[in-house]
């Protein structure tokens, strides 16, 4: 067995995509928005196969299983291979009741404020009555 297959937690987290940058994997661990075995996991806990962790990041909660060890980065197509998503389908479902926009800070469109060019149709036909 060689030394290299040790891999931090977060390192993990982050390669596997579930975080966008490692300091943001790292913060969730510290806040204790992960857990191993119903206990918070430290960012430097190394990562075994097997492993079940329960996670919340942005906006939504994930169940893994480890797979494999992950020690880059990759696009998301290769990150799936080395874990499973044990996500109770009740919370997938209420992820889905959020629009996405409400994570981006884009508002959606055609709700809220008028544009520039609508205001002006909506002066010019109340000028018009």
């Given at each position: 067995?060689?030394?290299?297959?040790?891999?931090?937690?977060?390192?993990?987290?982050?390669?596997?995509?579930?975080?966008?940058?490692?300091?943001?994997?790292?913060?969730?661990?510290?806040?204790?928005?992960?857990?191993?075995?119903?206990?918070?996991?430290?960012?430097?806990?190394?990562?075994?196969?097997?492993?079940?962790?329960?996670?919340?990041?942005?906006?939504?909660?994930?169940?893994?299983?480890?797979?494999?060890?992950?020690?880059?980065?990759?696009k998301?197509?290769?990150?799936?291979?080395?874990?499973?998503?044990?996500?109770?389908?009740?919370?997938?479902?209420?992820?889905?009741?959020?629009?996405?926009?409400?994570?981006s800070?884009?508002?959606?469109?055609?709700?809220?404020?008028?544009?520039?060019?609508?205001?002006?149709?909506?002066?010019?036909?109340?000028?018009?009555?």
């Open positions: 067995m060689m030394e290299k297959e040790k891999l931090r937690l977060d390192k993990y987290l982050w390669s596997i995509r579930l975080f966008k940058t490692r300091r943001l994997a790292t913060d969730a661990c510290n806040d204790n928005r992960v857990k191993y075995q119903e206990e918070s996991a430290k960012p430097g806990k190394n990562v075994h196969l097997g492993d079940i962790y329960d996670i919340r990041a942005e906006g939504r909660k994930w169940v893994i299983k480890v797979t494999g060890l992950l020690h880059t980065r990759v998301y197509e290769e990150a799936i291979k080395y874990y499973v998503d044990l996500t109770p389908p009740e919370e997938l479902e209420k992820t889905k009741i959020q629009a996405p926009s409400f994570y800070g884009k508002r959606l469109s055609k709700i809220g404020r008028p544009t520039k060019k609508e205001r002006r149709n909506l002066d010019d036909f109340m000028d018009g009555e």
